[in-house]
């Protein structure tokens, strides 16, 4: 039985294949031979040919002979190749035997068959005719030998390549900002790695919901993080991506996780009022107004405003309102600009109101009147009106002002008084003075003043002096002793002191007594006694001095007495002086 035909090896046998037609290429080949030529020359070349017999089936040829019928022009060898070498297919170099006449066989129609159709094939079939002479393989061997037994010439060391130009990572957290009937504005924030290369903007693509068809809405890279996709068609489903670029390509996508519906975004309306303008808002008359009052909703509301329930004056006031905020704005304020401003927007079937209180004011007018109701003694008592004219604010004081007569200068006595009557003291006697008054508001003090009609004249009268008439307190009190005498010891030679005190009213007659005797002006004795302190001074006492001492206070009331014992030692005497 015959034996069966090598497998061939395509994918591992490509690169041995290129690299022998490298090496040598085949002549220029006379016309292609018939296509039954090829299997007849087979069995005359070498042992390996009938191998290659085997492997073919009989109906091998005819469906290789399309391929042969137009010989393609053989590349022209290069300057280094020795002799034009048989080009071989891969399957045919890895079964060729390892002698050099192997390879000059080239490979029969059948292995042809086997190997991938390719634009080779035809002309591998064609040059099968030249190489049977067989010497030109050999030739064509020794060349090759020789070429690779040539030492290289030595190459300069070639610079290290750029690095590769790599795109930046995809753009992140992509969300809406905003939409309309025909506008989307979208926000996105750089890629987390942009590299070496930088980065050259975004491009932003849109796609209808269901589709793949996206198309760039702008031209040149976008350099910012946000941007406006604007002429959208109203009730338009859209998907949106956006792409970030550089030198290296585009980055991944980054879309958002739903479609968009291209519509305008219906918000309830409402009046963002300023805190300052929630109270009365005051200005002075002449000062120019500029107010901002913010407000909200989608589409854009419908604004209005009215003063005191009335539409306002536009050749006082004059309205600017934007898609934000309106603008009350006054060139210059009078009082009849005040008054309640109310704002409303509305949006569809929803509104909603705000006011503030517009309040311009000035200085105010004097007092209604004043006069002088009484004169007394240094003192002048005056009253007064409110002003007809407050300047549209309320009243916050007076100011009172004297003048003399004689000087005509005037002198503020009373200065942001509350109330409407007042007391004008320290006048000076035998001068006549005149008085004026002011107003006073948020703005200031009136420019003008009342002056009272009537003059204050200070009268001179005499004046008589009455002491106040007092009742004399009674203090009358009997004696007594408030410290009493105490027992004293002391010794013969030192002088002693007894001490007592005593009131009473009258003051009371001091008596010292010894024994119950009248101690009278004996010099031995020294008698003492200021306010109420009674004092008895004892000099060099002897043995005889001791005894019981009193003393006695008395007058018209009545008398006291308090007592007390003295002793007298005798002084310690040493042996030596007793013997």
């Known amino acids: 039985m015959p034996s069966k035909p090598a497998p061939i090896k395509k994918a591992a046998n490509k690169e041995p294949a290129k690299k022998e037609e490298k090496a040598a290429e085949p002549e220029p080949a006379p016309e292609a031979a018939p296509a039954e030529a090829a299997p007849a020359e087979a069995p005359a070349e070498g042992e390996a040919a009938p191998a290659e017999g085997e492997a073919a089936p009989a109906e091998a040829a005819p469906a290789e002979a399309p391929a042969a019928e137009e010989p393609k022009p053989p590349t022209p060898p290069p300057a280094d190749a020795a002799a034009p070498a048989p080009e071989e297919t891969p399957a045919a170099a890895a079964e060729a035997p390892a002698d050099a006449a192997a390879p000059a066989v080239e490979e029969t129609p059948a292995a042809a068959a086997e190997a991938p159709a390719d634009a080779a094939a035809a002309p591998a079939t064609e040059e099968a005719a030249p190489a049977a ?19 290289e010439e030595p190459k300069a060391p070639t610079p290290p390549p750029p690095p590769p130009k790599e795109p930046t990572s995809a753009p992140v957290d992509l969300f809406i900002e905003d939409k309309n ?35 760039a809405v702008n031209e040149e890279p976008q350099k910012s993080c946000r941007y406006v996709i604007k002429n959208l068609t109203t009730g338009d489903r859209l998907k949106i991506r956006v792409v970030a670029v550089n030198a290296g390509g585009r980055s991944g996508p980054c879309a958002l996780p739903e479609a968009v519906l291209v519509k305008e975004v219906a918000d309830r309306p409402k009046v963002r009022m300023p805190r300052f303008l929630r109270q009365r808002y005051v200005a002075n008359v002449g000062a120019k107004i500029n107010l901002t009052i913010p407000f909200t909703g989608k589409p854009k509301p419908v604004v209005s405003w009215t003063k005191d329930g009335q539409p306002l004056d536009t050749k006082r006031v004059n309205i600017r309102s934007t898609d934000r905020d309106s603008i009350v704005f006054i060139r210059a304020a009078e009082r009849d600009d005040s008054g309640v401003f109310e704002m409303c927007v509305k949006v569809d079937d929803f509104e909603d109101k705000a006011q503030f209180i517009l309040q311009i004011v000035e200085l105010p007018g004097a007092p209604a009147s004043l006069k002088i109701v009484d004169t007394w003694g240094f003192n002048v008592a ?42 004008i003291s320290d006048l000076i006697m035998g001068n006549t003075y005149n008085f004026r008054a002011f107003s006073e508001n948020k703005c200031g003090i009136s420019e003008s003043a009342i002056v009272a009609k009537q003059e204050a004249k200070i009268l001179k009268t005499g004046i008589d002096y009455k002491p106040p008439e007092y009742k004399e307190r009674d203090s009358s009190e009997a004696p007594k002793f408030t410290t009493s005498l105490n027992d004293r010891a002391t010794t013969v030679g030192y002088s002693t002191k007894l001490l007592c005190s005593v009131r009473g009213s009258p003051k009371p007659k001091v008596q010292w007594m010894k024994n119950q005797m009248i101690i009278g002006d004996d010099p031995k004795y020294r008698q003492i006694c200021v306010q109420g302190i009674c004092s008895l001074e004892i000099r060099k006492p002897g043995n005889f001095d001791g005894g019981v001492y009193s003393c006695k206070a008395k007058n018209d009331h009545g008398e006291a007495t308090v007592s007390c014992k003295l002793e007298v030692k005798q002084p310690a005497v040493a042996d030596a002086d007793k013997k």
């Open 133 to 151: 002479d067989g010497e030109a393989p050999a030739a064509d061997a020794e060349a090759a030998e020789a070429a690779e037994a040539a030492p």
């Open 382 to 423: 005056l009253e007064w009106t409110p002003p007809k004219d407050n300047g549209n604010t309320e009243i916050t004081g007076y100011s009172i002002q004297k003048a003399d007569k004689k000087t005509g200068d005037w002198f503020t006595v009373l200065e942001h008084y509350h109330r409407l009557n007042a007391t």
């Open 181 to 215: 009937d025909t506008s989307v504005t979208i926000i996105w924030s750089q890629p987390e790695t942009i590299g070496h290369t930088g980065l050259d903007g975004y491009t932003i693509e849109i796609a209808k919901d269901g589709t793949e068809d996206w198309k």
